[in-house]
């Protein structure tokens, strides 16, 4: 009787090893968490969308007011996120380059708008900026509505999204190569010559992710702006809210197929902002 | 240009970097500042380069202070240990650098990075990127950057600390010769003596924030000017002996010392490099002494170190115990084939003797 031939015997040992220990049961779990918290949940949402067909989708997510609630919450969360990204850079290069008293406090306090629940935070702003508020009293009579406005809306989402900001780019800071900026300068270069050209480019794509993150982190911002915006329709509606309200009316479907478009937005935005992330890496190496 | 450090101190905290340093680097001499970390050689750079201010002290270049100049004033070139190459730039706009940031026009930068890197052996290499380019590649990249701006003083410090041992050896003699053709003045530091010795013109050796000895190379060398300078060059061995009458002690072998003629006996310490020891086979009972027994220490061969060309004798004097090491010529070793165990005699060629400070006798 004929056996099997060895060479048919698959070969154990050929497996290709890696370093870490229990690679399967961590492979299984990881993909299990990532089908269950993620994929299923936007599987559910998409599919729920998808039974209004064509023609209802579209009559349901880009009413006039749908749209206008979209506009809104694009404009405020990049203009957010842009001035989260510079601040965060500023606050982060203070934080690890400048030596003062208090600096350890700082420090802490960063993280303070990821512990808060947003809702509190939307409170006390629009208790601050409408007009009898502490800073309302001054601002308001200047023509400076911080509260039931769009600029209330971007002053919320800079606060919950500038913690990001501030981390991601924070060890990249700390990692920097200060002969490099020591050589610049014998070389000749201006402080400004030196930031620019030497400092920045190695900190950009921190930049960048800080960027992509807290944008991410204002397009989903529902609690705090809900406070202070006055959600306005056409004015000062964010999309998160048009979704809350038709969920109130009961028109879930309708609901979901704002939520898809608004997934479909974030979800571009943050492909390009990744693109563009990968490119200035490949650059700084 | 010459360089002229005048009782330059610095502390950092309480810890005292540089303790009123005073150094001259004439025109074109090629300079090493050699001690142990945290001697100060690298404060030292760093001030002549304007990256840190002196405490105390002025720097002159040419008899002109430039003490409150500042580094980007001062048109030094200057090396790091690390290369400190900007990772995000090619060789060649590394290398153009500091003409960008003057501005000149883009033809003369062209010819003039071409020209450079030609002469740190890297043509055609302009357009890689620094994480291209191997240790001793980067660091001839980080020379041609420094000396882009045709400074008018090089410094290096510990150029080649992060490359591996052969790499070094053909860096350092490579930039010998670079040295040699463009005679600019040049300090590096380091803080191997080989490096020290094999590169450099004149030798200053630093600790604790102070100049122990300046010189040339064989100067330092052969006639250490303090313990620590012959204890930092290493390589030695050092005994506990006494002197008087005129002659100092060790274990019991009378060496001459004719610097203490007074009766009174003091504690000095003796040191003996390893290559200026001889050594023989001692005699059979009742034969005669292969050397004069009287200035020789009778001793037992330990064991035999080859490294290279040198084999390692290390042997232990029959009184007094402690470890002695003899080098000899790998052949010569060879044909005395000592065993362990073998009795020898040692004879020192020559000895050095340094009395403790007199300040803390009393």
């Not at chain 2, 040049?186 to 590169?199: G, I, K, N, S, W």
Request: charged share 20%.
């Amino acid at each position: 009787m004929n056996t099997t031939s060895p060479s048919s015997i698959p070969n154990r040992r050929a497996r290709q090893r890696t370093v870490l220990p229990g690679f399967g049961l961590s492979a299984a779990i990881t993909s299990l968490m990532i089908v269950g918290l993620v994929v299923i949940p936007l599987a559910v949402l998409i599919l729920r969308a998808a039974s209004l067909g064509p023609a209802g989708f579209l009559a349901a997510a880009w009413t006039p007011r749908a749209r206008a609630a979209y506009a809104v919450s694009l404009g405020a969360s990049l203009t957010a996120a842009i001035i989260s990204s510079l601040l965060g850079l500023l606050v982060a290069w203070v934080l690890v380059r400048l030596e003062f008293p208090g600096r350890r406090i700082l420090d802490a306090l960063v993280d303070v708008p990821l512990a808060l629940p947003t809702a509190v935070a939307g409170l006390v702003y629009s208790t601050l900026y409408v007009e009898k508020g502490w800073l309302g009293q001054w601002l308001v009579p200047m023509g400076i509505r911080g509260a039931y406005s769009r600029l209330g809306i971007v002053l919320v989402l800079v606060f919950v999204s500038l913690p990001f900001a501030i981390r991601v780019v924070q060890p990249v800071i700390e990692s920097l190569d200060k002969d490099t900026e020591e050589a610049a300068r014998l070389l000749g270069a201006s402080k400004s010559q030196t930031f620019l050209r030497v400092v920045l480019p190695g900190i950009l794509p921190a930049v960048v992710t800080g960027f992509a993150l807290a944008l991410a982190r204002a397009l989903g911002e529902y609690g705090s702006v809900v406070f202070i915006s006055g959600n306005m329709p056409f004015k000062t509606e964010i999309a998160p809210v048009l979704i809350v309200s038709r969920l109130e009316e009961f028109a879930y479907a309708e609901a979901t197929a704002i939520a898809v478009v608004l997934l479909g937005m974030s979800l571009s935005m943050l492909i390009v902002v990744n693109v563009l992330q990968q490119r200035l890496v490949r650059n700084a190496q | 240009m010459s360089i002229r450090v005048n009782g330059v101190s610095k502390s950092f905290g309480t810890f005292k970097a540089l303790d009123n340093v005073s150094l001259d680097v004439p025109q074109g001499t090629l300079l090493a500042l050699l001690g142990p970390s945290g001697s100060g050689k690298t404060t030292l750079l760093r001030i002549i380069a304007g990256l840190e201010w002196p405490d105390g002290g002025r720097i002159e270049e040419d008899g002109e202070d430039i003490t409150d100049r500042h580094a980007r004033q001062r048109e030094v070139g200057f090396v790091f240990q690390h290369y400190a190459l900007f990772r995000h730039m090619s060789v060649f706009e590394n290398v153009a650098f500091g003409m960008r940031v003057r501005k000149e026009p883009a033809e003369k930068i062209k010819s003039r990075v071409d020209e450079l890197l030609h002469l740190v052996r890297l043509d055609g290499l302009g357009g890689r990127k620094p994480s291209q380019l191997s240790g001793g590649q980067r660091q001839r990249v980080a020379l041609a950057r420094a000396l882009a701006i045709r400074p008018r003083i090089l410094l290096l410090d510990e150029p080649f600390g992060a490359l591996d041992a052969k790499v070094r050896v053909e860096l350092r003699q490579w930039l010998r010769r670079l040295h040699d053709e463009i005679g600019m003045t040049t300090v590096f530091v380091t803080h191997d003596q080989e490096e020290a010795f094999e590169l450099a013109d004149e030798v200053v050796v630093m600790n604790h924030g102070r100049v122990e000895q300046r010189g040339k190379p064989d100067e330092v060398f052969d006639k250490p000017a303090t313990p620590f300078v012959m204890d930092f060059l290493g390589n030695v061995n050092v005994f506990h002996g006494r002197v008087e009458n005129g002659r100092a002690f060790w274990h019991g072998v009378p060496i001459a010392y004719p610097d203490y003629p007074h009766a009174q006996p003091r504690p000095a310490r003796v040191y003996l490099r390893p290559h200026e020891l001889d050594i023989a086979r001692a005699a059979p009972a009742g034969a005669a002494p292969a050397i004069e027994s009287e200035k020789s220490l009778p001793a037992t061969v330990l064991r035999q170190t080859r490294t290279g060309p040198i084999t390692r004798i290390t042997c232990q004097p029959l009184e007094g115990g402690g470890e002695l090491n003899v080098d000899l010529p790998t052949a010569a070793a060879r044909e005395l084939a000592f065993l362990p165990g073998e009795r020898v005699t040692i004879t020192p060629r020559s000895v050095r003797v340094f009395l403790p400070d007199p300040e803390y006798v009393i």
